[in-house]
Structures are given as C-alpha cells and as structure tokens.
C-alpha cells in the first residue's frame, strides 16, 4: 500500500512515459499525461490508436512494458488491489451479463464491491430510473441505449472515485450520445473524476481537457479551445454547388496545403499566408464551377487533429 | 432503366411490432442517399428488405428494376454491400478475400485474375496482396472493403456505417472514394451516425419509430427545420422518438 496515497490531492492520474508493446506493434510510444481530480477528461483518436490499451493500464488490468502510472494516488503495478474498488470501468465492449436481467446484473456488480444497489441508489437514479420499467428483462434483450444506461448504472453502483469511460457512445445515435454526455456533466458535478475515450469529434467539445492520441502517441493536450486555437495555417471554407469536382480541382491549386471535406463546406489550408479567399473563388469560378463561396473560417479541433496527423504522417499511406 | 431503389407504403411487423410502418422513397440513379434514423429507428430492418434478406410484410419495394419477395436471389447479385460488423476475413491474405468474393459473386476465373490485378494496382496494395487482412491497418482495409463490394460492378451498394471508428483524415478519403464511383454512375446507400456526413449526402432520410420523417437535400432539410447543421436537423426530429434504441 502507498504511504502517499492521495498526497497530491491535483492529481488524480499521473502517467510517465508508458509503453506497451504488442509483439511488434507499439500500441503505446512513451506516453505521459495527467488527469486532475473532477476534471472531465477526453481521449480522442480512431480505433487502434491505442485507447483501450492506456485505459486497461490505468484499470490495472495491463502492466506497462515501461514507465510508472498513478491513479488516486495509487500505483496501477504495486497497489491494483487497493485501486480497483475506486475505480468505476465500463469498457468497450458490452461486459454485462446477457443472461441475467437488469436488476441482477446491477446487484451482482454491487455484491462485487460489498455494496448494496440501494446504498448509492441516489448516484444511478438518474440514468437507472429509465431502466426500471424493465428490470425484470434479460440484459440480451436491451436496445443498444439501454445497454449502455446499465453498463454505465453497474460501474456507478459502488460510487467510484474515478470512472473510466472507454467508447461509451460509439455506434450510438446522436439524440442518445447527447443525453449520455448530459448525464457525464452531472455526474462530474457529484465529484467524480472522469476519462473517457471516443472517435468523435464533436465530443471533445464537451470536456474540459482532451488528448489528442494516434497510433500510440499523444499528439496534443489541451483544453478543446486552445487546441483548436493552436491550428496556425490560413484557413477557408469553401462552399460550392459541385463540391467532388471542387475537391479535385483545390487539390490541384499550388497554393492549397490540406483540402478536407467538411460537413457541408470543403476546408482548404492555403500554404501561402498571401493567397486570399478571394483569388480561390475566381479561380473556381474560372474553372466553371458556380454558386462559389470563399470564408475564412475559425479552426476546429477537428482540423487541428488533421493537421497534426498530417504533419506527424508527412504523407499519409493509405 | 428503372430507379435503383423504388418503395411504397413498405412495412414490416415482428408479432405485434410494426419495424418499418409505410415506408415509401426513391433513390435516384448516381444518387449519394443517406439513411439515418435513430438506433431501433427500423433503418437495419429497411436495410435487410432492400438487400433481399428480409421479406417485407406488406407494401412493395423495387431494388435494381428486381422485386423484393420474388426476386431475393436477383437482387443479391445486383447489389454490393459492406459494413463494419461484416466485411472482410481476417484469416485470409488480400490475394484470398479478392478470389473468394470474386468466387461468391460469380465471376469467371479470368474476370477474378484480371480484377485482382486492377483492385491491387488502384489501391496500391500489390506488395501487400499475400498478407493477412487482420495484418492490415483499418483504413487499408476499409477500402480493400469498400473495393471489393464493388467488384461485380454492382448498380447499388450499401453502406452500413462504413466509417465508424477510423481517423478524421482516413473517413474524409472514404467519402472521396464514395463520390468517385457515384460520379461513375453507381448509387450509394449510406448510414450513419456522424451527422457531418450526412451532409455530404445528395438527399438523406431521417427515420424516426419506424416512418421516414423527413426526406430531402440537408439544404431543403435545413430550411425546412430552421436549423444551421444537419446535427440539430436530426435531434429536433428525434428527440420524440418512442422506440429507445435498437440493436446496434
């Protein structure tokens, strides 16, 4: 057991230069990161960029090959017994028992920690509340967003310290992913500290820091604005009736860096501070293209995140 | 040559639960069409009638001129599909993938040798065509997918959430390739649940408790709903759902 458990009272995870390595896939390249207490922490990146891996480190279900790791307080290698009863996990894939039916499954993860449904009943109501009506129903026979309220009810129902969130909303719909982000808010403000991962961008906007991580390494750390903020290359929007042709033809431009498709406008990087919006909608225009709009835009995070793999690739092979 | 796609009053009830309740559209030859819908919406039901793997209770559905109760097998062939829960196999090298579905397909053994070398040389894979599709990295496979979906020059391919879970630059090179072979001729059936990308859609259908509730360009879609982002357009309208989510 460490004798400093809870020294630091900022910190709630502290990782130092954590790798892992699968056979000779380097899921993790030296990663460092801290999470503070009641921070609502995202960690954004495609599948295999080496999420679930740093998350079943700080669950103390991977050992690091390299580096140290802390989560409140706690070594994740020496003291995983002491550290797991804080820790509230729901992974990425649907763990729940499909047999048992939703109250048992609650119950069974409770007797789990010593606890009783009932004890932090006031934590779950919320989410669980929309679960009662079928309590009685096999965990199998659940909606997708229903699966998801469980999972998240059973990783709440012993009130952990920390909740590790790992693709909560993948493959879920917008209306739901909305709500369950919602719910994320309300559980921060009951004094949980949270970490989650997600492949959507438009999430990070709704935590207070994020981690931009791919193939193994964190590129960026920051809060959402200032990481959008931090893109510094000219950028336009460009909204267009022949937005595939307009494509080709910006790819072509010499002075554009990064052509992106982009809801419903193309985002274009000039590689030239000089080139103005002006000179790309003329020659669009020359081109025979109509209804051309050019505006310079604000960054995204989403363009940031581009923008780094980008220059992180140099040139990307697939 | 008729509609791709071509649907009137299409239901389908499981026991007492209506899936899919009146669905009528069209999908217009070269058309980029996106499907959303909340989860449990009826979007994967629709999916399965349109594909001939389901036969509808009532109503009537066309796909590729060919009928969706007496003409399941047609329709297959007609048609490319890929998604992420069914796609490649893993076990198998890219070479092995191409000869199989080729195979499935029906394709002469020529036709498959001359398809392998052109599918290799479009997406550069040659010096990977004998290695594991597990070895690849999701984006290679994704197109490699995506490829062979399309092999059989199929007249309509459906694309069940075919981005989820790849970085932000990969997706945007998959919808790249989606233009290409709609600009081809070939239309395209998508879902999904990044509303930026139904944006790129021509046209897309929100289903809400099994009804198409809105239909159009997210221009028209927009407008309509005095929303800015296709996003808002989506959550207005499903918000009221009754149906809480589905099987995915």
Same mark, same amino acid.
């Given at each position: 057991?460490?004798?400093?458990?809870?020294?630091?009272?900022?910190?709630?995870?502290?990782?130092?230069?954590?790798?892992?390595?699968?056979?000779?896939?380097?899921?993790?390249?030296?990663?460092?990161?801290?999470?503070?207490?009641?921070?609502?922490?995202?960690?954004?990146?495609?599948?295999?960029?080496?999420?679930?891996?740093?998350?079943?480190?700080?669950?103390?279900?991977?050992?690091?090959?390299?580096?140290?790791?802390?989560?409140?307080?706690?070594?994740?290698?020496?003291?995983?017994?002491?550290?797991?009863?804080?820790?509230?996990?729901?992974?990425g894939r649907f763990s729940l028992y499909p047999d048992l039916s939703v109250a048992e499954n609650l119950e069974f993860f409770a007797s789990i920690f010593g606890v009783k449904p009932a004890d932090n009943y006031d934590l779950i109501r919320p989410i669980y509340r929309q679960l009662e009506p079928f309590e009685s129903r096999r965990a199998?026979?659940?909606?997708?967003?229903?699966?998801?309220?469980?999972?998240?009810?059973?990783?709440?129902?012993?009130?952990?310290?920390?909740?590790?969130?790992?693709?909560?909303?993948?493959?879920?719909?917008?209306?739901?992913?909305?709500?369950?982000?919602?719910?994320?808010?309300?559980?921060?403000?009951?004094?949980?500290?949270?970490?989650?991962?997600?492949?959507?961008?438009?999430?990070?906007?709704?935590?207070?820091?994020?981690?931009?991580?791919?193939?193994?390494?964190?590129?960026?750390?920051?809060?959402?604005?200032?990481?959008?903020?931090?893109?510094?290359?000219?950028?336009?929007?460009?909204?267009?009736?022949?937005?595939?042709?307009?494509?080709?033809?910006?790819?072509?431009?010499?002075?554009?860096?990064?052509?992106?498709?982009?809801?419903?406008?193309?985002?274009?990087?000039?590689?030239?501070?000089?080139?103005?919006?002006?000179?790309?909608?003329?020659?669009?225009?020359?081109?025979?293209?109509?209804?051309?709009?050019?505006?310079?835009i604000s960054p995204t995070i989403e363009d940031r995140f581009m923008d780094l793999i980008q220059s992180k690739a140099n040139v990307i092979t697939y | 040559m008729s509609l791709p796609i071509k649907t009137e009053n299409l239901t389908k009830k499981f026991g007492d639960f209506t899936a899919v309740d009146q669905v009528t559209f069209e999908?217009?030859?070269?058309?980029?069409?996106?499907?959303?819908?909340?989860?449990?919406?009826?979007?994967?039901?629709?999916?399965?009638?349109?594909?001939?793997?389901?036969?509808?209770?009532?109503?009537?559905?066309?796909?590729?001129?060919?009928?969706?109760?007496?003409?399941?097998e047609q329709i297959k062939s007609q048609i490319g599909y890929m998604s992420q829960l069914f796609s490649l196999y893993r076990d198998l090298t890219v070479r092995e993938n191409i000869r199989l579905f080729g195979g499935i397909y029906g394709l002469s053994k020529t036709e498959i040798k001359r398809k392998t070398k052109s599918l290799l040389? +479009?997406?550069?894979?040659?010096?990977?065509?004998?290695? #594991?599709?597990?070895?690849? /990295?999701?984006?290679? !496979? &994704? *197109?490699?997918?995506?490829?062979?979906?399309?092999?059989?020059?199929?007249?309509?391919?459906?694309?069940?959430?075919?981005?989820?879970?790849?970085?932000?630059?990969?997706?945007?090179?998959?919808?790249?390739?989606?233009?290409?072979?709609?600009?081809?001729?070939?239309?395209?059936?998508?879902?999904?649940?990044?509303?930026?990308?139904?944006?790129?859609?021509? +046209?897309?259908?929100?289903?809400?408790?099994?009804?198409? #509730?809105?239909?159009?360009? /997210?221009?028209?879609? !927009? &407008? *309509?709903?005095?929303?800015?982002?296709?996003?808002?357009?989506?959550?207005?309208?499903?918000?009221?759902?009754?149906?809480?989510?589905?099987?995915?």
């Open positions: 057991m460490a004798l400093n458990h809870r020294a630091s009272d900022i910190m709630d995870i502290v990782v130092e230069q954590v790798s892992k390595q699968y056979g000779s896939v380097m899921a993790l390249e030296s990663i460092s990161l801290e999470v503070e207490s009641d921070e609502l922490f995202g960690l954004i990146g495609p599948d295999g960029a080496g999420k679930t891996t740093l998350f079943r480190i700080l669950t103390t279900l991977l050992v690091p090959d390299q580096g140290k790791a802390t989560v409140l307080g706690y070594d994740v290698v020496d003291d995983w017994q002491a550290l797991r009863p804080k820790l509230g996990y729901m992974p199998h026979d659940l909606s997708g967003g229903m699966k998801q309220k469980l999972a998240l009810s059973c990783a709440l129902v012993h009130r952990p310290e920390l909740l590790v969130l790992d693709e909560p909303t993948t493959g879920v719909d917008a209306v739901s992913r909305k709500e369950f982000w919602d719910m994320l808010k309300k559980l921060k403000n009951e004094g949980i500290t949270i970490i989650v991962a997600t492949p959507y961008m438009d999430e990070a906007a709704r935590c207070e820091r994020i981690g931009l991580i791919q193939e193994g390494s964190l590129l960026q750390v920051d809060t959402p604005q200032r990481i959008a903020e931090s893109f510094d290359k000219n950028l336009v929007a460009v909204q267009v009736k022949d937005k595939y042709r307009a494509l080709q033809l910006l790819k072509s431009h010499e002075n554009t860096y990064a052509v992106h498709p982009f809801g419903d406008s193309i985002h274009v990087t000039l590689r030239d501070p000089g080139t103005s919006p002006e000179h790309l909608k003329v020659y669009l225009r020359e081109k025979g293209l109509k209804e051309v709009r050019v505006t310079p | 999908v217009d030859r070269g058309e980029i069409f996106g499907f959303l819908g909340a989860n449990g919406a009826g979007k994967t039901t629709t999916i399965r009638i349109l594909t001939g793997l389901l036969a509808p209770t009532s109503g009537d559905a066309r796909v590729a001129g060919c009928d969706v109760y007496t003409q399941q040389e +479009r997406l550069d894979m040659q010096d990977r065509a004998d290695f #594991e599709v597990a070895s690849l /990295p999701l984006g290679w !496979k &994704q *197109k490699l997918a995506f490829s062979i979906a399309l092999m059989h020059d199929p007249q309509l391919l459906f694309l069940d959430e075919p981005t989820s879970g790849v970085d932000p630059i990969t997706r945007r090179q998959f919808w790249e390739q989606i233009y290409e072979v709609a600009s081809q001729g070939t239309t395209i059936l998508v879902t999904t649940h990044y509303m930026d990308e139904a944006e790129y859609c021509d +046209r897309t259908s929100i289903m809400v408790d099994g009804r198409i #509730e809105a239909l159009g360009s /997210p221009d028209e879609l !927009k &407008q *309509k709903y005095q929303k800015k982002t296709m996003n808002d357009v989506f959550v207005s309208l499903a918000r009221n759902a009754e149906r809480g989510g589905g099987g995915t």
